[in-house]
T-cell receptor
Framework: GAGVSQTPSNKVTEKGKYVELRCDPI?????LYWYRQSLGQGPEFLIY????????DSGLPNDRFFAVRPEGSVSTLKIQRTERGDSAVYLC???????????FGSGTRLTVV | QQQVKQSPQSLIVQKGGISIINCAYE??????FPWYQQFPGKGPALLIA?????SEKKEGRFTISFNKSAKQFSLHIMDSQPGDSATYFC????????????FGKGMKLTVNP
């Protein structure tokens, strides 16, 4: 596609539930990033994929968060046992190299009630 | 510890004026400094970026000034327009790793007509 696509655009879930957030990167982009943006803050790094492998997952806050990219294109961020503090906008970005800048999607706004 | 500090937090300018946003960083390993523009409900979009081998980069009305010894860089928006009203983030990364970006907290710019 022309840009990075994220679905759903909004997700409301109950505390304790499991959610999956999907990212469709720009075709051919091997680098894929997930960031989390809380209200009034800058995006914070979660995880980086180069191809199919998670090359850097140092930003994942705890083991409730997990992400996959099985075929090197679409990625899914999975959050187990959601907590109210997980409420934020989850941004996905892709890049050819990472070093030349990313293209971000519009994000998924997750609200845990 | 906030690795990238951005100021001011908000700015109001008149149409045609100059908007200046400042950032300071801690990590001397950083070697890529982009600025992102974000409109409500959208992901951040790369505006302009600089590497430390140059002290200034200009693209249209946008100029980055970089001071390596002071570990500071700034964005100047000339002839500011109401359409420039958005939140601006500075960021930094270092080559050789995941090229994950560390973002500042953002500055909300309002350009009055």
């Amino acid at each position: 596609g022309a840009g990075v696509s994220q679905t759903p655009s909004n997700k409301v879930t109950e505390k304790g539930k499991y959610v999956e957030l999907r990212c469709d990167p720009i075709s051919g982009h091997t680098a894929l990033y997930w960031y989390r943006q809380s209200l009034g803050q800058g995006p914070e790094f979660l995880i980086y994929f180069q191809g199919t492998g998670a090359a850097d997952d140092s930003g994942l806050p705890n083991d409730r968060f997990f992400a996959v990219r099985p075929e090197g294109s679409v990625s899914t961020l999975k959050i187990q046992r959601t907590e109210r503090g997980d409420s934020a906008v989850y941004l996905c970005a892709s890049s050819l190299t990472g070093y030349d800048g990313y293209t971000f999607g519009s994000g998924t706004r997750l609200t845990v009630v | 510890q906030q690795q990238v500090k951005q100021s001011p937090q908000s700015l109001i300018v008149q149409k045609g004026g100059i908007s200046i946003i400042n950032c300071a960083y801690e990590n001397t390993a950083f070697d890529y400094f982009p600025w992102y523009q974000q409109f409500p409900g959208k992901g951040p979009a790369l505006l302009i970026a600089i590497r430390p081998d140059v002290s200034e980069k200009k693209e249209g009305r946008f100029t980055i000034s970089f001071n390596k010894s002071a570990k500071q860089f700034s964005l100047h928006i000339m002839d500011s327009q109401p359409g420039d009203s958005a939140t601006y983030f500075c960021a930094a990364s270092s080559r050789g790793g995941s090229e994950k970006l560390v973002f500042g907290k953002g500055m909300k710019l309002t350009v009055n007509p």
